[in-house]
């Protein structure tokens, strides 16, 4: 099976940074495009930021200039440093990952089981 599990959410003051990181493990033969998802109170679980096999960014809106996704695919992790974080960030961040793994042999979308950042004003 193939898991993936995040890790350096928290709480941090407005202007503050913090840097997300997504293990994946498991029988993984490729992984296509990893990214960030998140869910704040009330809202929508939106896409925060992709990245391809290649190394190809994608951000929402909300967070260009801000936040930069990035991937260590010997690790088979994905980061994402957020700079200049705003009340507005505070949100569950789930990592997500389009993965063949060994077992099934075809592509499948995992998840992460999500991790807390908050940002106080």
């Known amino acids: 099976q193939v898991q993936l599990v995040e890790s350096g959410g928290g709480l941090v003051q407005a202007g503050g940074s913090l840097r997300l990181s997504c293990a994946a493990s498991?029988?993984?033969?490729?992984?296509?495009?990893m990214g960030w998802y998140r869910q704040g109170p009330g809202k929508q679980r939106e896409l925060v930021a992709g990245?391809?096999?290649?190394?190809?960014?994608n951000y929402a809106d909300s967070v260009k200039g801000r936040f930069t996704i990035s991937r260590d695919n010997a690790k088979k992790t994905v980061y994402l440093q957020m700079n200049s974080l705003k009340p507005e960030d505070t949100a569950v961040y789930y990592c997500?990952?389009?993965?063949?793994?060994?077992?099934?042999?075809?592509?499948?979308?995992?998840w992460g089981q999500g991790t807390q950042v908050t940002v106080s004003s």
């Open positions: 990245i391809t096999s290649g190394g190809s960014p």
């Open positions: 997500n990952a389009d993965v063949v793994s060994k077992r099934i042999m075809a592509i499948a979308t995992y």
């Open positions: 498991g029988s993984i033969l490729s992984i296509n495009t």
